[in-house]
Each structure stands twice: as structure tokens, then as C-alpha cells.
């Protein structure tokens, strides 16, 4: 396969690309920062305003710029320059991202998902649909760089907003700018694709400015066989590339895992990266009030990807500090939209079977649910927004001295409960994680730092760390090292304040930690390419994109 020849925009030589044709390819662009003398060796004298200005004044105009627009348009704002100038749009991020993440990510990324169709400027990673059945792997070739990375999504639960469809694009692009700016994998790498398989959003299919395929979602062996074909192609075109699977609705994303994870290198974030921020969420909330995990009761609001894969993981680390599989699994319980999973319940689906247990009399409502297997911990993934009322609260600050409450689910407008609620209605008593961003709360003369269990403190470092050890396969081991790395991250000063997840600021010394945490796993289990090096911190450090002209 021949791909064009990639050049540094530092190159002075005659091969390297000119004039308009660096300008437009955001790779290489450097925009006002181009030297004098590149400008005369480039062919970009004249093509640009004379004043040179250092990156430092680039960043520092992109964010007086950004700071005076409203809100719904920063978003916009933001992809025009990472569409522009890659390398200034990381430094942006990498200096500033407590502010840039929520903006980038959650919560502007579901808005930005939703008003897709509106807001598209330029093409991002690649749409292939159903329609290119049979074709997928010449399509692929039409990618220009060789992929190492591919966050891939169909678009049917996007966030908690649903079938999105196609314009779920939003997510793998997010994804992959936190990839490089909090692990610093290499931008030239990461490859987001779209699989539109159709909607069945009926505002969507009726939607003029739609861009997706206006027809009903590819169901059943058509789908599974559409599926395999891009997963052949992708591992062919690409060989060793890492795949996360992203926003799948339950049925497919629990099958998709399933199926490919003993066969090739592929996560599902959803499942395997919510899991290990929780669980190290949770190590974090027990240094605080000195319980061990083994002795905890978990009750969950939601029973799909998120808090099955949270309990899954959960129940392995309680069996590695001495309970049993059946003692752990009876720690952990489900709530989902019919009320308590339990064992005499019918038509439940696989991936709640192993947590419906038995004796247990349905129950139709969380706070009775509460109230009534008295848990320690409550985490909210249904995205079902306010579902931890100030009586759920209450209830659980009367069962606990520290109750630890998550409320997980993303965007702002689908958390279960807003940090101040948290804090409020349990006396300042929560050990309180959150999935989207909430300012300092100030209570009875204290001010608690809430701080997100938000995924891209796990799955970028994951990824880094497969990557530099070219593991043939990601297993939920990896994941475990990593929920207690992260946790390891987590200072008494972070505890003080109320905070159980390090400063974000921190990311990238994180990403650094998880991902020679992983590769650790991966040498050790015999999945990496090659032996261990002598130092494999260094291995992962030496692989990471700075971005810098």
C-alpha cells in the first residue's frame, strides 16, 4: 500500500511539502511561528503576515480568543484550530487542561454530537458504512497514516443521549485528542472511524442537515458479519493496531468484547476503562475511612456496560483480598429501570445474570433498595439525571458514617447528582466522585474539591502502554494494574480536600505510570512483542508525542 511521505515542517528540503499545500495540512502547519528563513526555503513568503510569533504568543492568543466567545461556540472554535495547527491545538490542551477538557470532552461533546450535522466544517477520521460492505478493506487504504490506534463507535448510545448515529463522530475524535494530549500517543496515529450502520433516531431521519445513512439500523447477521469484515480489514491495513470499541449499546458492546478480545488487541472503554476509574476511586474513598473493599456492599444504579464491568472488575480485586467468588459477587447489586435485579426475575439478559442473586424479594425502588440492603457504596451509571435525591443521600448518611457516593454518569444534564448536593445532603460526610465537572464546594466552613471519575485517567494510559510494548492483546489484569496505579496517584493533600482522583493537570505523569504498569502486565504474560526492557518507563516515555515545533 503506498501512503504519501510525511516531512517535518522544520524540513528545509526539496522534497518536503510547500506553500498553500503546508499551510492546509494541519500535521506540519505552524501558522505564524513559520521562521524567516522556513518561510524562503517553504515557498511561504507572502502567504503569511510578516510578524513571527513564538508558540507561546500562539497559545496565549487561542486562549484570549476562546475565553471571549460564548460557550456553545468554543467547542467550534477549538476544531477549527485542531483542523488548522495540531501541534499548537495540544499545547493548548496540555497546558490547560483543567479547562480544556470539559470542552473538548465532557460535558460540550455531547452538544457538539447532537448539533453535528450543523456544526460540520471538515472531515475527521473516517465514515464507513453499511452500504461499503465488501469494500471496507480498499476503503481503509484511503487513510493516508499508518494507524496504531482506532477508537471505532456506531453511534447507538452515545453518552446518555442515545442513538446518535453518525453524528457519534464526536466521540472517537474526543477520545483520540485526550489519547494524545493526556498520554502524548502520537496524533499521526490515531484513527477515529465511524461505523453507520443507520438510526433509528426518528428526529435524525428526519433531520434535512443529517449526514448519516437515512434508514433503519443494520440489525441481527447483517450487522455481525458488517462488523467482522471492518474488524479483518482494520487488523490487515493496519497490522497490531489497537481498537477501542466505544459507545455501543449493551447488546452489542457485551457481544463485540466477547468475540474479539481472546482473538485481538481491543478494549471496550465503556466496560473495561469505567471499571478501573471507579475501582480506583473506591481504593482511593477506603484510605479515607479505613475500610477494606472485601467488607463493602455496592449497590449500583444501572446494570448495563458501566456497572456491570465496574462490579465484574470490582469482584475480582474483593477475591484478591481473600473473599470468595460467591461472597464478592453477593457485595455487589443492580438496579436497573424494572427496579433490583434479582434471581427470581425473568428475561434477564446475560450480562446480568451473575449479579441477579437469590432469596431477595423484588424491589421496584432505589431508596427502598437502599434502605434496604443498607449498602456502603452507592455509583450511578444509568444516566438517568437526579436519581440520587436529597432522601438517597440522607439514607445513605444514616447508614454511614463516610458513604461513598459516584455519581458517574455524563453529560452535566444525566449526572445522578450534583457535587453540592452531595456534600449538602450527607453533613460534608460523602466521599464523592463525579463523571462530569463541578466547581469547589464551600460547606460548614470547609471547601471540597470534587474531582471526576472520568476515564481518561485510565484508557489513554492503557492505550500508551500496549502500544509501547506492541501487546498482541489487552487483558482485564492490565486494567486491574492500572485502577491501582491510578490510585497510587492520589496524595494525602488530594484525600484532605475531598478529592479522590489526582489533579488533572497531573495526566500525563499518570498516563506515564498506568502505561508502564500495563506493559509490565504485558511483558510479564508473555503478549508483548519482544523482551522486557531494562527499563520500561523509559521505554514508554521515549514514545510520546510533545507537542512543540
Same mark, same amino acid.
Given at each position: 500500500m503506498n501512503r504519501p511521505a510525511r516531512v517535518s515542517a522544520h524540513s528545509t528540503s526539496s522534497d518536503s511539502v510547500h506553500g498553500m499545500a503546508l499551510l492546509r495540512d494541519p500535521l506540519l502547519n505552524k501558522g505564524t511561528a513559520f521562521s524567516a528563513q522556513e518561510r524562503d526555503d517553504l515557498g511561504l513568503r507572502g502567504l503569511l503576515p510578516p510578524c513571527v510569533l513564538t508558540m507561546?504568543?500562539?497559545?496565549?492568543?487561542?486562549?484570549?480568543?476562546?475565553?471571549?466567545? +460564548?460557550?456553545? =461556540?468554543?467547542?467550534?472554535?477549538? %476544531?477549527?484550530? #485542531?483542523? !488548522? %495547527?495540531? *501541534? =499548537?491545538?495540544?499545547?493548548?490542551?496540555?497546558?490547560?487542561?483543567?479547562?480544556?477538557?470539559?470542552?473538548?470532552?465532557?460535558?460540550?461533546?455531547?452538544?457538539?454530537?447532537?448539533?453535528?450535522?450543523?456544526?460540520?466544517?471538515? +472531515?475527521?477520521?473516517?465514515?464507513?458504512?453499511?452500504?461499503?460492505?465488501?469494500?471496507?478493506?480498499?476503503? =481503509?487504504? %484511503?487513510? @493516508?497514516?499508518?494507524?496504531?490506534?482506532?477508537?471505532?463507535?456506531?453511534?447507538? !448510545?452515545?453518552?446518555?443521549?442515545?442513538?446518535?448515529?453518525? %453524528?457519534?463522530?464526536?466521540? +472517537?475524535?474526543?477520545?483520540?485528542? =485526550?489519547?494524545?494530549?493526556?498520554?502524548?500517543? #502520537?496524533?499521526?496515529?490515531?484513527?477515529?472511524i465511524v461505523l453507520d450502520v443507520g438510526t433509528n433516531n426518528e428526529e435524525l431521519l428526519k433531520d434535512p442537515y443529517y449526514l448519516g445513512l437515512r434508514e433503519r439500523r443494520l440489525t441481527g447477521e447483517a450487522y455481525d458479519s458488517f462488523v467482522d469484515e471492518f474488524m479483518v480489514a482494520a487488523r490487515k491495513t493496519f497490522p497490531g493496531v489497537l481498537i477501542q470499541f466505544e459507545d455501543f449499546a449493551n447488546h452489542s458492546a457485551f457481544k463485540l468484547l466477547h468475540k474479539y478480545r481472546d482473538e485481538a488487541c481491543v478494549f471496550n472503554d465503556d466496560i473495561q476503562g469505567t471499571a478501573a476509574v471507579a475501582l480506583a476511586g473506591l481504593f482511593s474513598a477506603l484510605r479515607v475511612n479505613g475500610g477494606k473493599l472485601k467488607d463493602q456492599r455496592i449497590l449500583f444504579l444501572g446494570a448495563g456496560e458501566a456497572a456491570t464491568g465496574i462490579a465484574d472488575l470490582v469482584t475480582s480485586a474483593m477475591m484478591a483480598e481473600g473473599a470468595s467468588e460467591a461472597e464478592a459477587l453477593r457485595r455487589n447489586w443492580l438496579v436497573d429501570s424494572r427496579g433490583l435485579v434479582v434471581g427470581a426475575r425473568q428475561g434477564l439478559s446475560g450480562h446480568k445474570l451473575r449479579y441477579a442473586h437469590a432469596g431477595q424479594a423484588p424491589i421496584a425502588d432505589f431508596l427502598t433498595a437502599i434502605r434496604t440492603l443498607k449498602p456502603t457504596a452507592i455509583i450511578g451509571v444509568a444516566a438517568v439525571g437526579g436519581a440520587f435525591t436529597p432522601d438517597v443521600l440522607k439514607a445513605m448518611a444514616e447508614l454511614n458514617e463516610q458513604p461513598i457516593v459516584f455519581a458517574l454518569s455524563n453529560p452535566t444534564s444525566k449526572a445522578e447528582c450534583s457535587a453540592e448536593d452531595a456534600y449538602r445532603y450527607t453533613g460534608g460526610r460523602a466521599l464523592f466522585a463525579c463523571g462530569s465537572p463541578y466547581d469547589p464546594v464551600k460547606l460548614n466552613g470547609r471547601t471540597f474539591v470534587p474531582r471526576q471519575g472520568n476515564?481518561?485517567?485510565?484508557?489513554?494510559?492503557?492505550?500508551?502502554?500496549?502500544?509501547?510494548? !506492541?501487546?498482541?492483546?489487552?487483558?482485564?489484569?492490565?486494567?486491574?494494574?492500572?485502577?491501582?496505579?491510578?490510585?497510587?496517584?492520589?496524595?494525602?493533600?488530594?484525600?484532605?480536600?475531598?478529592?479522590?482522583? +489526582?489533579?488533572?493537570?497531573?495526566?500525563?505523569?499518570?498516563?506515564?505510570?498506568? *502505561?508502564?504498569?500495563?506493559?509490565?502486565?504485558?511483558?510479564?504474560?508473555?503478549?508483548?512483542?519482544? @523482551?522486557? @526492557?531494562?527499563?520500561?518507563?523509559?521505554?514508554?516515555?521515549?514514545?510520546?508525542?510533545?507537542?512543540?515545533?
Open positions: 507561546e504568543t500562539q497559545v496565549e492568543r487561542v486562549l484570549v480568543n476562546l475565553r471571549t466567545l +460564548p460557550t456553545d =461556540l468554543e467547542d467550534v472554535a477549538l %476544531n477549527a484550530l #485542531h483542523d !488548522r %495547527n495540531e *501541534a =499548537l491545538f495540544f499545547r493548548v490542551v496540555v497546558d490547560n487542561i483543567d479547562e480544556i477538557q470539559p470542552i473538548i470532552y465532557t460535558p460540550t461533546v455531547g452538544l457538539a454530537c447532537q448539533k453535528y450535522g450543523l456544526i460540520f466544517q471538515r +472531515p475527521r477520521g473516517m465514515f464507513i458504512s453499511s452500504r461499503d460492505r465488501g469494500q471496507i478493506a480498499e476503503i =481503509l487504504k %484511503n487513510w @493516508p497514516y499508518p494507524a496504531k490506534l482506532i477508537v471505532v463507535t456506531d453511534g447507538e !448510545r452515545i453518552l446518555g443521549l442515545g442513538d446518535l448515529g453518525a %453524528n457519534g463522530m464526536g466521540i +472517537p475524535v474526543g477520545k483520540l485528542s =485526550l489519547y494524545s494530549a493526556c498520554a502524548g500517543v #502520537h496524533p499521526e496515529t490515531c484513527l477515529p476515564n481518561s485517567y485510565i484508557f489513554p494510559g492503557v492505550g500508551l502502554g500496549v502500544i509501547a510494548s !506492541r501487546s498482541r492483546l489487552v487483558t482485564d489484569e492490565m486494567f486491574m494494574a492500572a485502577a491501582h496505579t491510578l490510585a497510587d496517584c492520589v496524595g494525602k493533600d488530594d484525600l484532605a480536600q475531598g478529592s479522590l482522583y +489526582p489533579a488533572l493537570p497531573r495526566i500525563r505523569e499518570v498516563s506515564v505510570r498506568i *502505561a508502564a504498569a500495563v506493559a509490565d502486565v504485558a511483558f510479564q504474560r508473555g503478549l508483548a512483542d519482544g @523482551p522486557a @526492557p531494562n527499563d520500561v518507563k523509559g521505554l514508554v516515555q521515549s514514545q510520546m508525542y510533545e507537542p512543540q515545533y
